[in-house]
């Protein structure tokens, strides 16, 4: 089995596991990720956040996305604009989500775009990650091809149960600066 196959097998894998969580351990994990988000000093001190707008099944995100406007940060999130392309574009609500070719809510068309230098901190989504920062999205390259062109500290989100020891990783894959879950704040590398 190549590394495609066996990233692909994993995924559907993980995507069991994560469809068999309990409700209860979701959003209790949710709200403890959210609080050790907001008491990172990479948060407290970053002025432009890029987060991602969490789905059905994802870690739920409206509480970091909330706060950090509540506290004047710039925020970004993804918009998708080609196949495994996407870019940063500003919200200054909630509200100013609608949903995009995926059926996930991203910024409208008029949003002004962010660009990849002027982002302090992203918040990163995974199907599943390793303790070691390596991260398995969902296939479509989309964030490992942007995150390249960002010196922002990469903090990727995940809760504890679908983590995953054997996350295959390609050259192309970008390494987490943090791992995010409910169990506490994993720092790597150098920052």
């Not at 995507?15 to 709200?31: I, P, R």
């Not at 956040?49 to 950090?68: H, R, W, Y």
Request: overall charge negative.
């Amino acid at each position: 089995m190549d590394l495609e196959e066996r990233k692909k097998a994993l995924r559907q894998e993980i995507k069991a596991a994560a469809a068999a969580l309990d409700e209860g351990y979701t959003k209790e994990a949710d709200l403890e990720i959210f609080s050790l988000v907001a008491g990172l000093p990479e948060y407290e001190q970053a002025g432009t956040l890029f987060c991602f707008v969490g789905t059905s099944g994802e870690i739920d995100t409206a509480p970091i996305l909330e706060d950090a406007l509540r506290k004047g940060k710039r925020v970004g999130v993804p918009k998708c604009t080609a196949r495994g392309i996407m870019e940063v574009r500003e919200i200054w609500s909630l509200g100013d989500l609608e949903a995009g070719k995926y059926g996930i809510l991203e910024p409208g068309a008029n949003a002004p775009v962010i660009q990849p230098e002027e982002i302090n901190l992203a918040i990163v989504p995974c199907m599943s990650c390793s303790h070691d920062g390596r991260r398995l999205g969902y296939g479509g390259g989309y964030y490992d091809r942007y995150l390249v062109r960002t010196r922002a500290v990469k903090a990727v989100i995940c809760r504890e149960r679908i983590m995953r020891a054997d996350i295959p990783v390609e050259p192309h894959d970008q390494l987490m600066d943090m791992v995010i879950s409910e169990h506490g704040v994993r720092r790597l590398g150098s920052r």
